[in-house]
């Protein structure tokens, strides 16, 4: 279990200001899931673990480069954070700036952030703007603010937030003793996949190929151009410009790997698959594994003898609303005990 803060347990790896200080919730130290079943119904003869970054504090792997982008902003004497989101980062940044005795803004598409963290994000206290648009509009605008005011950006684009969040790699290595052979995971912004190529890189202890799900809807480094109306029920990844595209193709082809697109149908599918292991994860979450399970199908990806990880960035809490229908059994109210015998025993009695 890890008793410090990420930053100061993998520091000898990290590069940060000398200025950043410690704003830290304990983030890290998820969990890496063994997903035999899973495996064998993708057909078997692999190792497939899920690493659940949904267990960070605020329910993301957001949390990672948070620790170390308010850190460094706090250090500097920035008073103020400022952040484009599709909900995830907003929620994060609210908790550590809140953490750090920080004003927060954050500017999110309307209508398209889940509530899970809405919630999460107006009760860190953070100021929530909206803008009718998508999440690469509202990115533009924060660069623009960030860049004419002291309100520091903690987007992606600050380089410190790659830094934290490159620690996922460092924490696999650990767990699995060694790299993967793939490293499956969703695409959004693309900071993420550009961190953990770097984490691998700088831990040196071998490099997985990255296999990088973008939303079929939301597929511009799929599709090698920007998507002006990016549509994905994946909100977390509805992103049309992502800041780091090119970092995260190059990354993707210098591991032998690749940035694929899969459909809401197969995030949705796999959502719900993942669920029955045990684990909830929100959508965007499910992209990686749905991508994994679409390739293998496919035959464009043999799984046979490897080891596999796919990381689940954000937990389930965060969208509920985007399950389906939830079936509650029996649309009336139980009248008493032997309508609930009834109920749960069915036919046999
Ligand atoms: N998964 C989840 C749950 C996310 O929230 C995000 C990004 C991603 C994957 C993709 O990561 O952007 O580094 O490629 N969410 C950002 C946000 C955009 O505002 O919360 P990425």
């Not at 620790?67 to 250090?75: D, I, N």
């Not at 912004?189 to 809807?217: C, E, H, R, T």
């Not at 032997?338 to 749960?344: G, M, P, V």
């Given at each position: 279990?890890?008793?410090?803060?990420?930053?100061?347990?993998?520091?000898?790896?990290?590069?940060?200001?000398?200025?950043?200080?410690?704003?830290?919730?304990?983030?890290?130290?998820?969990?890496?899931?063994?997903?035999?079943?899973?495996?064998?119904?993708?057909?078997?003869?692999?190792?497939?673990?899920?690493?659940?970054?949904?267990?960070?504090?605020?329910?993301?792997?957001?949390?990672?480069?948070?620790?170390?982008?308010?850190?460094?902003?706090?250090?500097?004497?920035?008073?103020?954070?400022i952040c484009a989101s599709t909900g995830?980062?907003a929620?994060?940044?609210?908790?550590?700036?809140?953490?750090?005795?920080?004003?927060?803004v954050v500017l999110i598409p309307a209508g398209k952030v889940a509530s899970?963290k809405l919630?999460?994000t107006?009760?860190?206290?953070?100021q929530v703007l909206q803008i009718e648009g998508s999440f690469d509009k509202a990115l533009e605008l924060v660069v623009a603010i960030?860049?004419?005011?002291?309100?520091?950006?903690?987007?992606?684009?600050?380089?410190?937030?790659?830094?934290?969040?490159?620690?996922?790699?460092?924490?696999?290595?650990?767990?699995?003793?060694?790299?993967?052979?793939?490293?499956?995971?969703?695409?959004?912004?693309?900071?993420?996949?550009?961190?953990?190529?770097?984490?691998?890189?700088?831990?040196?202890?071998?490099?997985?190929?990255?296999?990088?799900?973008?939303?079929?809807g939301a597929?511009?480094?799929?599709?090698?151009?920007p998507i002006e109306q990016p549509e994905t029920l994946?909100t977390a990844?509805r992103i049309g410009k992502?800041?780091?595209?090119?970092?995260?193709?190059?990354?993707?082809?210098?591991?032998?790997?690749?940035?694929?697109?899969?459909?809401?149908?197969?995030?949705?599918?796999?959502?719900?698959?993942?669920?029955?292991?045990?684990?909830?994860?929100?959508?965007?979450?499910?992209?990686?594994?749905?991508?994994?399970?679409?390739?293998?199908?496919?035959?464009?990806?043999?799984?046979?003898?490897?080891?596999?990880?796919?990381?689940?960035?954000?937990?389930?809490?965060?969208?509920?609303?985007?399950?389906?229908?939830?079936?509650?059994?029996?649309?009336?109210?139980?009248?008493?005990?032997?309508?609930?015998?009834?109920?749960?025993?069915?036919?046999?009695?």
């Amino acid at each position: 279990m890890r008793r410090q803060p990420l930053l100061q347990h993998y520091a000898e790896y990290i590069d940060l200001p000398e200025h950043t200080r410690v704003v830290s919730l304990l983030e890290g130290g998820t969990p890496l899931v063994p997903m035999p079943r899973l495996a064998a119904e993708l057909g078997g003869g692999f190792e497939l673990y899920i690493k659940y970054e949904g267990l960070n504090p605020t329910g993301s792997f957001k949390d990672r480069g948070m620790t170390a982008a308010v850190g460094e902003s706090l250090g500097r004497g920035a008073r103020s954070v400022i952040c484009a989101s599709t909900g995830n980062t907003a929620a994060s940044a609210a908790a550590y700036a809140a953490r750090a005795g920080m004003r927060a803004v954050v500017l999110i598409p309307a209508g398209k952030v889940a509530s899970g963290k809405l919630a999460a994000t107006a009760a860190y206290g953070a100021q929530v703007l909206q803008i009718e648009g998508s999440f690469d509009k509202a990115l533009e605008l924060v660069v623009a603010i960030s860049k004419k005011h002291p309100i520091a950006l903690v987007n992606s684009l600050n380089p410190h937030r790659l830094q934290g969040q490159k620690t996922a790699a460092f924490e696999i290595v650990d767990q699995l003793g060694g790299a993967p052979d793939w490293l499956c995971l969703p695409v959004g912004n693309a900071g993420n996949i550009s961190a953990y190529w770097m984490g691998f890189q700088d831990y040196g202890q071998g490099l997985p190929k990255l296999l990088g799900v973008q939303a079929a809807g939301a597929a511009p480094l799929v599709a090698g151009h920007p998507i002006e109306q990016p549509e994905t029920l994946a909100t977390a990844i509805r992103i049309g410009k992502p800041a780091r595209g090119e970092q995260a193709m190059a990354a993707a082809e210098e591991s032998g790997g690749r940035i694929i697109a899969a459909s809401d149908d197969q995030i949705v599918a796999m959502r719900q698959r993942i669920a029955a292991e045990g684990l909830w994860v929100e959508p965007a979450s499910a992209a990686g594994l749905a991508g994994l399970a679409q390739q293998i199908a496919a035959g464009t990806l043999d799984p046979s003898g490897l080891r596999i990880v796919a990381v689940c960035t954000g937990h389930g809490l965060k969208d509920p609303g985007s399950e389906p229908q939830t079936v509650v059994e029996a649309s009336t109210l139980l009248a008493d005990f032997n309508a609930l015998e009834a109920a749960i025993l069915g036919e046999q009695t």
